[in-house]
């Protein structure tokens, strides 16, 4: 089957630095996007990576490598407001537009 | 510009009652994709729509559920004979088109079956 596979909860104070991995088994799937969802909204999009390597977008950079099905998004100076639920998601090849998401992980930023 | 929004923003509704749900995307957008999202849970792909067809229905979750999308823009999901497992939030997103992965995701609908 498909699957990805993100830790459910991370804590962290205020200016600390939080990786959030992202394992996946996938057929195959054109890239890696990351969403933050904040308690009672909606998912907004933060970033994506087609290609391996990294993809940095002010203080958030996002990572992938397929050889070793696994990528990571980062967030650097946290700020309370970071404290969101944040979710890996993959457009699969074998279907047009199907996207799978991961199950979320829930960030909590202390002071 | 205006924003995904989805209508009603919540339903309650009893057990066996037919439900639509309706979402109007971004103005020139032409794909649209269905999510449901339980509770502390990821979304789970219903459907993805290019201009008004639907090239992969297998994310609906059963024959009770049916979509459609009218003149390349707004999109009702229905929901017959509801049952309580489909109590959840259900968003809609939209993108420009088709391989185009940054969606925009409206703010969703709240369904409740009692």
């Known amino acids: 089957g498909q699957s990805l596979e993100q830790p459910s909860e991370v804590t962290a104070v205020e200016g600390a630095i939080v990786q959030i991995n992202c394992t996946y088994q996938?057929?195959?799937?054109?890239?890696l996007s990351w969403y933050q969802q904040h308690d009672g909204g909606a998912p907004t999009f933060l970033s994506y990576?087609?290609?391996?390597g990294l993809e940095e977008t002010g203080r958030f950079s996002s990572f992938l490598s397929r050889s070793d099905s696994y990528g990571y998004l980062l967030l650097q100076e946290l700020q309370m407001k970071d404290s969101a639920s944040y979710f890996c998601?993959?457009?699969?090849?074998?279907?047009?537009?199907?996207?799978?998401f991961g199950a979320g992980t829930q960030v909590v930023v202390t002071p | 510009g205006a924003g995904v929004s989805q209508s009603p923003s919540n339903k309650v509704t009893e057990k066996g009652k037919d439900v639509e749900l309706r979402c109007d995307p971004i103005?020139?957008?032409?794909?649209l994709y269905w999510y449901r999202q339980s509770l502390g849970q990821g979304l789970e792909f219903l459907i993805y729509?290019?201009?008004?067809?639907?090239?992969?229905k297998s994310g609906l979750p059963s024959d009770r559920f049916s979509a459609e999308r009218t003149g390349g823009s707004v999109s009702t999901l229905t929901i017959q004979r509801t049952q309580q497992e489909d109590s959840a939030v259900y968003l809609c997103?939209?993108?420009?088109?088709?391989?185009?992965?940054?969606?925009?995701f409206g703010p969703g609908t709240r369904l409740t079956v009692t």
């Open positions: 997103a939209s993108s420009l088109g088709q391989g185009v992965y940054e969606q925009y």
């Open positions: 996938t057929s195959g799937f054109y890239g």
């Open positions: 990576n087609g290609l391996d």
């Open positions: 998601a993959v457009d699969l090849t074998d279907s047009w537009g199907k996207f799978q």
């Open positions: 103005s020139g957008h032409t794909a």
């Open positions: 729509f290019q201009g008004n067809s639907a090239p992969d």
